[in-house]
């Protein structure tokens, strides 16, 4: 793998390990509205931001409310949950930012969460002045699949988005980040290998652990 300009990292499940705490969360919120949730549901739901997957779910469920007010509610869910101690990094995400400051490579978080859950999840684990750059869902008018989160963070990086590797878990997040002309690390989690090649993964690991590029 060519060395990369910068590292662009979706956070939930990529970088923080928390998307059985987002399905916690939300069955737990969605139970006080007697709304039934599937795993598929859940699962299908990842890496496309909560606002999106409530407007959704009302409009399939024939529901009227205001799908903003439940995403602050589940969010204040979920932060209870992250401050319990449950929520803990993916494998290999400390060597990985090590090994890129080490190589003065800039690393960015790119997530479909909202401002105030990606700096409680990156605060609860200790990241949060190692990666003080994030594109979180206010940041752009599109969301993953669409490019532009990938777009703007090597925007404001000044870098091509074809220098940055992406590393994502989800399909939607594949493929915003192969939409914008990066080269995708896609990192095993809850999505089958199958789905992510086929979103364009180039190469799937199981931990950040020694990537194989040059950092010297």
Not at 116 to 133: D, K, N
Request: glycine letters at 6%; charged letters at 25%; one cysteine or more.
């Amino acid at each position: 793998m060519p060395r990369p300009a910068a590292i662009l990292l979706d956070l939930d499940g990529t970088t923080v390990d928390s998307e059985p705490l987002h399905c916690e969360a939300h069955r737990r919120f969605l139970a006080t509205k007697g709304v039934p949730i599937t795993d598929a549901e859940l699962v299908g739901n990842i890496g496309k931001g909560d606002q999106t997957f409530y407007a959704a779910l009302m409009k399939e469920r024939g529901i009227t409310a205001d799908a903003a007010a439940w995403v602050e509610a589940k969010t204040d869910t979920l932060i209870e949950l992250y401050h319990e101690g449950r929520l803990t990094l993916r494998p290999g995400v400390q060597s990985l930012l090590d090994r890129a400051r080490h190589a003065g490579i800039a690393c960015c978080v790119v997530t479909s969460a909202d401002r105030r859950l990606a700096v409680a999840a990156l605060e609860v684990t200790g990241l949060a002045a190692r990666l003080p750059m994030r594109v979180c869902f206010e940041d752009v008018a599109r969301h993953k699949p669409d490019p532009q989160p990938y777009l703007l963070s090597a925007s404001r990086l000044a870098v091509s988005p074809r220098r940055c590797l992406a590393v994502e878990d989800s399909i939607s997040g594949v493929k915003a980040a192969r939409a914008a002309g990066c080269r995708v690390l896609a990192f095993r989690g809850l999505v089958a290998d199958a789905a992510l090649r086929a979103a364009g993964a180039n190469e799937l690991v199981d931990t950040l652990d020694g990537i194989d590029w040059d950092l010297a």
